[in-house]
């Protein structure tokens, strides 16, 4: 009876290195207020280096281009090399770009030292959940997820006002200057508490290609994102370029284990319901304002402050719901949250010009309320369902899930939006769509839940297709947990 617990909790018992899921916790803060502040500094940077307001937004896209474009390649290359050394070079490799951006005297060096910050935030992104899952218990992940979310989402409420201050007392540059002692107290942290699990290699042969076709897609559908109006669908063309690199992507060796690890049945709920959530608050974010201050007439600080009402609440339920996942089951508390992420978004669907400020918020509080239940719940049950030599690869899946949703969002907002002519019927809309698309993604996360499938925390559910059999049991020769951070190897 003991041991059939013990394999239901997972066979790997890792002493709970909190330190480690504080710093995770430190770098999601610090990834999701890059993102956020960068927003806020653009007028100035176009000011002080004379750039056109269209090459601005590449300051934006510069950075978020290698997050969904490199991150698989990343993720597989970092499964096979040491995570300390990895977190050490990601993290010197960030710091080195934020100087180079905040140095930077052109808008073209800008773009660049952006570009490369992403490179390496692509491989820090990647990291954060293979080292949360390799330094907990499997009955304390949820909690350890809870945590590191709550503090990602506080680094997206506190941006613009960081960010606000920054820019008008020391001036842009320290937006970037600030990364610097953050990725330093990681390096050290890495040092001290993360144990060798083997060493830094350089990517294989035949990367280079990989990376050219994946970027040129990504480039290609986010470029026809940023154009897309509801009366002019001509970039849909753009983004159908991206087909026959994806599917020339598809015949390399390289993605193999990546399609492997997408066709388990425990990987597939997760990732399309982080995708759809994803997408849904994509759109929230970018269509809200709109309807605030366009259609209501909302100030500008009112509708601020009614747009914190969606991450406060989201921050505010993260670390309960991992404990409810710790207890219940993730997938159960992340279907919890997905269900009540659509109620917010049915909601807000009856949208009218009558509502004020006040209408808006509370409906934005109880989706934020459903993303703050389910972020947490949803990672664990993605990590705890790959196999332990592609937790690296499924963490940057979970990354391609959530900036591919966050990109595609705003796109829908304006194509819907756009349809109506720009009225209040349109702002319904797309918040209808959004409803419609967090359905969708969360009918393979329910499927687990059917009765006879696995529900305890820690186990991925379903069985494995045959085919993927010779790729799991070779990439199953590294264990979950490695060194000192598991008491227990394979």
């Known amino acids: 009876m003991i041991q059939a617990r013990h394999d239901m909790l997972g066979r790997h018992s890792p002493a709970n290195h909190w330190w480690v899921v504080g710093g995770m916790g430190l770098a999601v803060f610090m990834a999701s207020l890059d993102m956020s502040i960068v927003n ?7 000011d002080t280096l004379g750039a056109p ?3 601005t937004q590449w300051v934006v896209l510069g950075y978020l281009l290698p997050l969904v474009a490199l991150a698989l390649p990343t993720g597989r290359w970092l499964d096979d090399v040491d995570r300390r050394g990895a977190l050490v070079c990601a993290c010197a490799g960030f710091a080195a770009s934020s100087l180079a951006a905040g140095l930077a005297p052109t808008i073209g060096w800008l773009i660049a030292a952006r570009v490369v910050q992403g490179l390496f935030g692509t491989a820090l992104m990647a990291l954060i959940p293979v080292l949360i899952t390799t330094s907990v218990d499997a009955r304390v992940r949820g909690r350890a997820m809870g945590l590191v979310d709550t503090l990602g989402m ?5 941006g613009p006002a960081i960010g606000g201050l920054l820019v008008d007392s020391a001036g842009w ?79 390399l060796p390289a993605s193999v284990p990546v399609r492997t690890l997408l066709v388990l049945p425990g990987m597939r709920g997760p990732l399309a319901a982080l995708a759809a ?44 719901a ?16 997905v269900i009540t992420l659509a109620g917010g978004l049915l909601m807000l669907m009856p949208a009218s010009q009558s509502w004020n400020a006040a209408d808006v918020a509370w409906r934005l509080a109880v989706a934020g309320a459903g993303i703050g239940l389910f972020n947490a719940p949803n990672m664990s049950a993605a990590m705890s369902a790959s196999p332990g030599g592609l937790l690296a690869t499924a963490g940057a899946a979970t990354s391609v899930a959530r900036q591919g949703g966050f990109a595609f969002g705003p796109a829908m907002a304006t194509l819907v939006w756009g ?18 698309v967090v359905a969708v993604g969360a009918v393979p996360l329910a499927r687990g839940l059917w009765p006879g499938r696995r529900l305890w925390p820690g186990r991925p559910s379903g069985p494995v297709p045959p085919a993927a059999g010779d790729v799991l049991r070779r990439h199953n020769d590294r264990p979950a947990t490695d060194g000192p951070l598991g008491s227990e190897r394979r």
């Open 40 to 46: 806020v500094a653009l007028p100035a940077v176009r």
């Open 53 to 55: 307001t269209a090459t």
């Open 322 to 337: 991992g404990l409810l996942a710790d207890r219940y089951g993730y997938r159960r508390i992340a279907l919890l949250g």
């Open 277 to 320: 959530t994803a997408v849904a608050t994509g759109l929230l974010f970018y269509i809200v304002p709109f309807y605030l201050m366009t259609l209501l007439r909302t100030p500008a600080p009112v509708a601020g402050l009614t747009m914190l009402t969606f991450p406060l609440a989201a921050a505010a339920l993260g670390p309960p």
């Open 154 to 158: 506080l680094g997206l409420i506190s």
């Open 173 to 251: 540059p320290w937006i970037f200057y600030m990364n610097v002692p953050a990725c330093g107290a990681l390096i050290v942290l890495a040092v001290v508490q993360v144990p060798r699990s083997g060493r830094i290699r350089p990517p294989e042969r035949g990367a280079a290609v990989e990376a050219a076709f994946l970027t040129g897609a990504a480039a290609a559908i986010m470029i026809a994102l940023t154009l897309a109006t509801g009366r002019e669908p001509r970039w849909l063309a753009l983004g159908l370029a991206a087909v026959p690199l994806l599917l020339a992507w598809r015949r």
């Open 419 to 436: 349809l109506s002519g720009y009225g209040v019927g349109g702002i319904r809309g797309a918040f209808a769509a959004a409803s419609v």
